[in-house]
């Protein structure tokens, strides 16, 4: 068994604008220490993979910062996708770059989530490696801390094993954001683990499953592998990659395929993917604040301060999320704060794109 990862490093920041952009998404942002959330994602599976064996899709945009933030990588293992098509498309184009070791086990991973048991999740990666070179679709679920409607929910089946210490089941059905009542019933249960989008398969398997069930976009995948190599790669993929029917890896392959496993993990994960995720990752203060940059409070509690050059002082602020970069503010209550998206979506529409 080759064993590679591949890191999803596209996408645009929406839920955590206006610290995230589309030129400046999560991923190269430094949220947690002084390490962006790539370069976290990149060390932490330093001691599983090698550099040759890490490999990274990604948007023109963004490859060129990404390439300066692991300079250990090679160059040629950035995936340049010419639009962004979804995941199932990105693992797609990964995948076809490892074709040609017929023993190739990869792990497709992301790029701006948080892990807080680092050494529990290269062991679960180790596990579901074993697991995957048997021809199982693995899918990493999490142990759900809270009725959350904010993630999708793996229901567990039959216990098949138990590798290295962690249980192995059947994934019986996937399930998408649920409503509070149903999340409240599905973690009650105990059999159900969030959808952390990490997976880790055989490549000959992930790509009989796009044969199988996303048939057309097999058939653009092997016009592009066939001159992968070749002066005729760029062109070729530029040429179809517009065509390619956006379409996630959740839809497209993981709901009906065949052979799919769930192992449930404790590993710390937060998907970072909105301003309260921050609970999860940094420290308060003692009015449980979250202060990054220079504040001054008072009568403030509860709430996410995220400041840069100049100063913020907040009076009297409970339960709010203040946001604060050179050409946008942003002050929002917690019960609100899915309604950032929203914000960014009118101010598309009014063509503000200076400040997306």
């Known amino acids: 068994m080759s064993f590679y990862a591949l890191i999803m490093a596209g996408g645009g920041g929406t839920r955590l604008w206006p610290l995230s952009r589309q030129a400046r998404p999560k991923q190269v942002l430094t949220l947690v220490g002084e390490r962006t959330m790539f370069e976290h994602a990149v060390d932490r599976i330093a001691p599983v993979f090698q550099p040759e064996e890490t490999f990274v899709v990604t948007s023109v945009d963004q490859v060129g910062e990404l390439m300066l933030q692991a300079p250990e990588l090679p160059r040629q293992n950035f995936v340049i996708e010419p639009l962004g098509r979804g995941t199932a498309p990105a693992i797609g184009l990964g995948a076809i770059q490892l074709q040609d070791d017929e023993a190739a086990v990869m792990a497709v991973l992301t790029a701006d989530h948080f892990i807080g048991d680092v050494a529990q999740f290269r062991r679960a990666l180790s596990a579901a490696a074993q697991v995957a070179e048997r021809g199982h679709l693995v899918t990493l679920g999490i142990s759900p801390s809270f009725p959350s409607t904010a993630y999708g929910y793996i229901k ?14 059947a994934a019986k059905r996937f399930t998408e954001k649920p409503s509070p009542e149903t999340a409240f019933r599905m973690v009650e249960s105990g059999l159900y683990s969030w959808n952390s989008g990490m997976f880790i398969w055989r490549v000959d398997r992930i790509m009989d499953e796009f044969m199988n069930q996303m048939p057309e ?3 653009q995948l092997a016009q592009i592998s066939a001159v992968r190599g070749t002066p005729a790669y760029e062109a070729t ?3 179809i990659w517009p065509d390619v029917i956006p379409q996630t890896i959740d839809y497209g392959v993981m709901e009906g395929a065949e052979d799919v496993v769930v192992i449930p993990v404790d590993i710390g994960w937060s998907d970072v993917g909105n301003w309260s995720s921050m609970w999860d ?4 203060d003692d009015e449980r604040n979250i202060v990054v940059g220079d504040h001054l409070g008072l009568g403030t509690q509860d709430s996410i301060v ?6 913020i002082a907040t009076i009297g602020l409970e339960d709010m999320i203040v946001v604060d970069t050179e050409d946008a503010l942003l002050v929002c209550h917690r019960d609100h704060e899915q309604r950032v998206r929203d914000a960014v979506h009118l101010l598309r529409k009014r063509g503000r794109q200076d400040i997306l």
């Open 217 to 219: 976009f097999y058939d």
């Open 281 to 284: 990752i940094l420290p308060t």
């Open 156 to 169: 567990q089946g039959e216990k098949l094993d138990k590798v290295d210490g962690f249980p192995v089941f």
């Open 237 to 239: 993929l530029r040429r």
């Open 306 to 311: 995220f400041g840069g050059k100049r100063l």
